[in-house]
């Protein structure tokens, strides 16, 4: 019996929150700041209520990134696969669309956390059309979605996009 259903694939930009900037500490251990937490934590509960649940979580090695990582996951129901990608950190906008190419197809959501100008670059290069000037903001999101396979993917709607804000 042959299965016409196609499978849409979801990936899920997420620009890491606000983080700190204490003297001395290298870029790669700046931690984020109250707010950042927050907002992270607001982060996964849009996710959540948009029911975008990650099957793989794709995350820049930097601390800034994995807290914001753990304050998404605290709004999720979803246990992801989470690999953390050197190449998020220190790639370009190829590096990173070489890594969305690689993407298992078995794995139709993915959430991308990483930093900028990298991942708005990401984002405008999916869908020229809509892509913000300003970039993605802390804590911002950018939702793509085709129905391409994850190697075909040169081009994703822009279906949603949100900057996470905790409530004051």
Do not use: F
């Not at 290298?26 to 700041?33: G, S, V």
């Not at 099957?55 to 999720?76: F, K, M, N, Q, Y």
């Amino acid at each position: 019996m042959h299965d016409d259903r196609v499978t849409i694939r979801t990936l899920a930009i997420l620009r890491h929150a606000k983080a700190d900037n204490p003297p001395g500490v290298a870029d790669l251990d700046r931690p984020l700041t109250p707010r950042g937490h927050a907002d992270a934590t607001a982060a996964g509960a849009w996710l959540a209520a948009k029911a975008i649940l990650p099957d793989l979580v794709i995350c820049s090695p930097a601390r800034r990134t994995r807290e914001t990582w753990h304050g998404v996951a605290l709004g999720l129901s979803a246990a992801p696969v989470v690999i953390y990608e050197r190449a998020v950190y220190t790639g370009d906008v190829d590096d990173l669309l070489g890594l969305v190419t690689e993407i298992d197809d078995t794995m139709p959501t993915v959430l991308l956390i990483g930093h900028n100008p990298t991942v708005s670059q990401l984002s405008a290069q999916l869908d020229p059309a809509h892509a913000d000037d300003d970039g993605l903001r802390t804590c911002g999101l950018a939702v793509h979605t085709s129905d391409a396979l994850w190697s075909s993917w040169s081009e994703a709607a822009l279906v949603g996009s949100h900057t996470a804000r905790a409530e004051a």
